[in-house]
């Protein structure tokens, strides 16, 4: 009998999934999505790619070609690339996302829309208060739960929950002053592609029970995740036990650390407090692009 026992348990782990470690010490279970350098490879039939420009700043391009781009903070932003701090250096934009007011989410975000004349969408508060200051006149609301297909029926866009703020600072060009206003609830995006791949941008958000609804509900295939901590987001360890215990997606890439000393979670703690686990971790360099 223990001969038996034996036999499956190697069974077992000739069936579980392999692991690789790369160069850079990230982690990644085989097989592997297509790795590029930091410029747009072109069209790929049936694939997603995924460009991370810092922070929380991500262009997706869709397998028909289209281009979203979600929480474009580029021109100011420390970690991104300088070839990607002009606007037009992305080439055609057809959406912009945005998850909530701050500006490390929504600064370049009217600029960009404008410049491709493209839709924003952004939750409904905040796309309230950038149309009526006539910051993104053509904003769309967008409350949680509610869906969007603005490029027609092949990609749709959800907003869902995040548990964070948003409050939207407005420079008066009349008072040359900050005010503040209202920028609606925070959000994340589920964003699905005409081949069925979802991804789940989290936005900045700490740690709720119905993440694991969400992944329930929509089953994302890669989600992108804060991991910053200190005071604004969850930290390492809030990230690996949500990836664990509630979503247990596919992928994930970690965003939203680094950028200043009030974010200093890193890949490495997340990737060491997470643990074995079935989910591959992908650890991107600003202006990196991957294939899914
Ligand atoms: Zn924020």
């Given at each position: 009998?223990?001969?038996?026992?034996?036999?499956?348990?190697?069974?077992?782990?000739?069936?579980?999934?392999?692991?690789?470690?790369?160069?850079?010490?990230?982690?990644?279970?085989?097989?592997?999505?297509?790795?590029?350098?930091?410029?747009?490879?072109?069209?790929?039939?049936?694939?997603?790619?995924?460009?991370?420009?810092?922070?929380?700043?991500?262009?997706?391009?869709?397998?028909?070609?289209?281009?979203?781009?979600?929480?474009?903070?580029?021109?100011?932003?420390?970690?991104?690339?300088?070839?990607?701090?002009?606007?037009?250096?992305?080439?055609?934009?057809?959406?912009?996302?945005v998850t909530h007011g701050h500006n490390d989410h929504v600064?370049?975000?009217?600029?960009?829309?404008?410049?491709?004349?493209?839709?924003?969408?952004?939750?409904?508060?905040?796309?309230?208060?950038?149309?009526?200051?006539?910051?993104?006149?053509?904003?769309?609301?967008?409350?949680?739960?509610?869906?969007?297909?603005?490029?027609?029926?092949?990609?749709?866009?959800?907003?869902?929950?995040?548990?964070?703020?948003?409050?939207?600072?407005?420079?008066?060009?009349?008072?040359?002053?900050?005010?503040?206003?209202?920028?609606?609830?925070?959000?994340?995006?589920?964003?699905?592609?005409?081949?069925?791949?979802?991804?789940?941008?989290?936005?900045?958000?700490?740690?709720?029970?119905?993440?694991?609804?969400?992944?329930?509900?929509?089953?994302?295939?890669?989600?992108?995740?804060?991991?910053?901590?200190?005071?604004?987001?969850?930290?390492?360890?809030?990230?690996?036990?949500?990836?664990?215990?509630?979503?247990?997606?596919?992928?994930?890439?970690?965003?939203?650390?680094?950028?200043?000393?009030?974010?200093?979670?890193?890949?490495?703690?997340?990737?060491?407090?997470?643990?074995?686990?079935?989910?591959?971790?992908?650890?991107?360099?600003?202006?990196?692009?991957?294939?899914?």
């Amino acid at each position: 009998m223990p001969r038996l026992i034996a036999i499956l348990a190697a069974a077992l782990l000739t069936t579980s999934p392999t692991w690789a470690q790369s160069p850079s010490g990230e982690r990644i279970q085989d097989p592997a999505p297509e790795r590029h350098g930091g410029k747009m490879q072109g069209k790929v039939e049936g694939k997603v790619q995924v460009q991370w420009l810092g922070q929380a700043a991500f262009k997706f391009t869709s397998p028909a070609g289209k281009v979203i781009v979600i929480d474009p903070w580029l021109t100011t932003n420390p970690k991104t690339p300088p070839e990607f701090k002009q606007l037009d250096a992305l080439g055609k934009v057809d959406l912009v996302l945005v998850t909530h007011g701050h500006n490390d989410h929504v600064a370049d975000a009217p600029a960009l829309a404008k410049l491709n004349d493209a839709p924003l969408i952004a939750p409904a508060g905040l796309a309230q208060s950038l149309a009526l200051l006539d910051v993104a006149s053509k904003a769309q609301r967008i409350n949680k739960s509610g869906s969007l297909s603005p490029l027609g029926d092949g990609i749709k866009v959800t907003l869902v929950q995040a548990e964070h703020s948003s409050e939207y600072v407005w420079k008066n060009p009349g008072t040359g002053k900050d005010e503040v206003h209202v920028g609606g609830e925070p959000g994340g995006f589920i964003i699905e592609f005409e081949n069925g791949f979802k991804i789940w941008h989290m936005g900045d958000t700490g740690v709720f029970g119905d993440m694991k609804l969400i992944a329930q509900m929509y089953r994302p295939d890669l989600v992108l995740m804060p991991i910053g901590g200190g005071q604004f987001v969850m930290n390492p360890a809030d990230a690996a036990m949500v990836t664990r215990e509630f979503i247990q997606p596919k992928t994930v890439i970690p965003m939203h650390y680094g950028t200043n000393p009030q974010l200093p979670g890193t890949p490495e703690a997340f990737m060491k407090a997470l643990g074995k686990t079935r989910t591959a971790v992908r650890v991107m360099q600003p202006g990196e692009q991957l294939t899914f």
